[in-house]
């Protein structure tokens, strides 16, 4: 067996080494031909054996020739020139000593740890000690009788797989980020920290590029905000960032001279640029310890989280933009809404003075009218009356899409609210040949709603149904349906192609919305209903077949 096997030694054959060495220490003592034997079995292991006096410093009483590999002789030890405690690495010494303090107090007969030693040309390498405690009769320590193993070959593949799993941590996190942030600073930040927990740096920043105003502004930091810029200007023959492809793609390390204290040192600077789609949109600028060396797999990793970042701060600023864009479409749906509002108030007052009159002409107060004169007036009493639903539908409209509309939830009577809606739709369906129909049981149940707002609600739609129709029949059936009643509105008309179906729904929505269309109206009516139907947690929907009529349907919970 060579020593590359020795070293790579699993755990099992680790633990049967042990329990063989450990079965045999009395033996060793007492048997000078058992000792040879051993010896000669362990010089040829991976492992090494030690003799320590309880003293300060553990010196070595006996150590087997295989200590070598550390770059000692047995005499080095056993001469009393080279205490153990001075070759374990500095950074592990108060930890070994704390452990062995500890099992010393606890009583315990055995103890293991993990630590690193110096061999003697200064390299490092990592060991697993397994120690006896022998005690004197009074339980003081005498001696400590231990087993040493080079770990260094799994240690450093434990440590490139930690790396590894950093490195990968670092990739995901930076993915993730640029997936689901869209706001530029935070992401930034995070950023930042997550590079933070790749290197080791006294300082980093995040610029953002603005390429109208040719500067290069400070976005995140981490470290003190004094030591980077706020921002970098150029002009325009300096153009740092013109030509893309003149630009490394690679990470830059550069070094500069700065004043720290009372001297001048020297101070490693990591850049690199961030790209989206073959523009740079900005660069990280990183203050390097003094004690970090940056490897070739840091910066790929670097690289890799640069092309991250650079597309998800251009996505941050196409959302930033459109949110701008938003904003102030809002501030004008909202001025739309404000003059829908003003205007219905002030077509409003005129339109009540208009149809009042109109019907007090029709009630012969001022005299009784002729037959001509009396249907012109009914013409003018069912046209104010639907513009004044129209006015109605408007100012509805503007006060609920600003929150300011107030409903007034009471103890409906359903077949009440039904027939006042079918009365008004023969009253305005003026010389059209149409018939009406209900079925409405006495047995339905009221429900909780405005019914100012329902009635407002079934007029537009039996005001949609008459309006394709010359002639023909409209039923309004309701069922009591478990939770919720159901109303449907039954009309034998022209019906709505199948394609258009899914649309009615919307506002200012028209089937036909040409300038020549046969029909009026302004497509608030059926998105008006949807509105109300909504806020009462119900649902509407319909069903069209063109050329034969169209059934909307309507539930309401009880």
């Known amino acids: ?242 030509n893309v492809a003149d630009l490394p793609k690679h990470a830059i390390i550069s070094e500069e001279v700065i004043r720290k204290d009372s001297r001048f040192v020297t101070r490693s600077n990591l850049t690199f640029y961030l790209y989206s789609r073959d523009k740079v949109v900005g660069f990280v600028l990183l203050q390097i310890s003094d004690d970090e060396s940056i490897n070739e797999k840091n910066i790929k990793v670097l690289e890799h989280v640069g092309k991250h970042i650079g597309i998800a701060i251009e996505n941050a600023q196409l959302f930033e933009k459109t949110q701008g864009d938003y904003e102030d479409l809002r501030s004008v749906d909202k001025m739309k809404n404000e003059f829908f509002a003003n205007l219905s108030h002030e077509l409003k007052t005129p339109m009540i003075s208009i149809k009042g009159f109109s019907e007090l002409l029709g009630e012969g107060k001022f005299g009784p009218l002729s037959i001509e004169q009396k249907r012109a007036n009914d013409a003018v009493v069912r046209n104010a009356e639907k513009l004044r639903s129209l006015i109605d539908s408007l100012l509805y409209m503007s006060m609920e899409k600003e929150g300011k509309y107030k409903y007034n939830f ?25 018939v009406f129909k209900e079925e409405v049981p006495d047995s339905i149940p009221n429900i909780c709603g405005d019914e100012e707002r329902l009635t407002t609600a079934l007029n537009n739609i039996l005001d949609n149904a008459v309006k394709f129709m010359s002639e023909g029949e409209v039923v309004i059936s309701v069922q009591d349906e478990a939770d919720y009643i159901h109303i449907r509105v039954k009309d034998n008309g022209i019906g709505i192609p199948k394609d258009k179906v899914d649309k009615v729904f919307e506002s200012f929505y028209q089937v036909d919305g040409s300038l020549t269309r046969i029909h009026g109206g302004t497509g608030l009516g059926l998105h008006v209903s949807k509105r109300i139907v909504d806020v009462h947690n119900g649902n509407i929907w319909l069903k069209s077949l063109e050329g034969f009529g169209t059934t909307v349907h309507i539930t309401l919970p009880k």
């Open 1 to 242: 067996m060579n020593e590359e096997q020795d070293i790579s030694m699993d755990i099992c054959g680790k633990v049967d080494l042990e329990s063989i060495l450990k079965q045999s220490l009395e033996e060793i003592k007492d048997s000078a031909e058992t000792r040879v034997r051993l010896e000669s079995i362990i010089n040829r292991s991976p492992a090494a054996i030690f003799f320590w006096s309880a003293q300060e410093g553990r010196p070595v009483e006996f150590v087997t020739e295989n200590v070598e590999k550390f770059g000692y002789t047995e005499e080095d030890f056993v001469s009393g020139t080279l205490l153990y405690h001075n070759i374990l690495h500095p950074d592990d010494r108060d930890n070994v000593q704390k452990l062995i303090d500890e099992a010393a107090a606890e009583g315990k007969e055995q103890f293991n740890c993990e630590y690193r030693l110096l061999t003697e040309s200064d390299d490092v390498r990592w060991v697993y000690e397994s120690t006896l405690i022998e005690r004197n009769a009074d339980q003081s320590i005498s001696h400590f009788y231990g087993i040493i193993f080079d770990i260094t070959n799994r240690k450093l593949a434990e440590m490139e797989i930690a790396n590894n799993e950093r490195d990968i941590s670092v990739l995901y996190s930076a993915v993730t980020l640029a997936s689901e942030s869209l706001d530029i600073d935070d992401l930034l930040s995070e950023i930042l920290m997550e590079i933070g927990d790749l290197l080791d740096i006294d300082a980093g920043g995040v610029y953002i590029i603005d390429h109208d105003k040719r500067e290069a502004n400070l976005r995140a930091h981490i470290g003190p905000e004094d030591d980077l810029a706020s921002n970098i200007s150029y002009s325009k023959e300096e153009d740092m960032f013109k």
């Open 410 to 434: 009471t103890t409906v009577s359903v077949r009440r609210f039904i027939l006042n809606s079918i009365e008004v739709a023969r009253a305005q369906m003026g010389a059209n040949n149409i």
